[in-house]
């Protein structure tokens, strides 16, 4: 559903290659291990996400569209303010590529994510 908390609409994705390259240009705002978090205050009053998953740091789908709703369901959770987003994978999560996903990956990244949102500085007024 459009606005409602639960829901990821296209209105809250950034899909125009011009808007992930407004928000490249920036400096990254945060950094953990594996992820590097741009920011770009927007005027539209709720946030956007976009997420890059490097082929050569997850070659599986499989594992790049599971770090990729990991992402989005930790920006769903807990949206900063009027803000665009991107999350971009900065180095591979794997030790090995037999698992796709193995629960404590998960378990991990999730905690890695949720730290990287929650440090998001208030947008200035």
């Known amino acids: 559903m459009p606005g409602s908390p639960e829901g990821?609409?296209?209105?809250?994705?950034?899909?125009?290659?011009?808007d992930f390259s407004s928000v490249f240009?920036?400096?990254?705002?945060?950094?953990?291990?594996?992820?590097?978090?741009?920011?770009?205050p927007n005027v539209l009053g709720h946030a956007r996400l976009g997420v890059v998953v490097a082929k050569r740091l997850a070659p599986r789908a499989v594992t790049r569209n599971a770090i990729?709703?990991?992402?989005?369901?930790?920006?769903?959770?807990?949206?900063?303010?009027s803000f665009d987003c991107i999350v971009r994978l900065a180095q591979s999560p794997?030790?090995?590529?037999s698992t796709a996903a193995p629960r404590s990956l998960r378990v991990v990244l999730g905690a890695e994510l949720r730290r990287l949102f929650s440090e998001i500085p208030a947008p200035r007024a």
Not at 32 to 37: I, S
Not at 68 to 81: D, T
């Open 68 to 81: 990729k709703r990991m992402v989005r369901e930790v920006f769903r959770k807990s949206p900063p303010g």
């Open 25 to 40: 240009r920036l400096r990254p705002m945060q950094r953990t291990e594996n992820f590097v978090l741009y920011l770009r």
């Open 94 to 97: 794997l030790r090995r590529e």
């Open 8 to 18: 990821y609409g296209r209105h809250q994705r950034i899909v125009k290659t011009d």
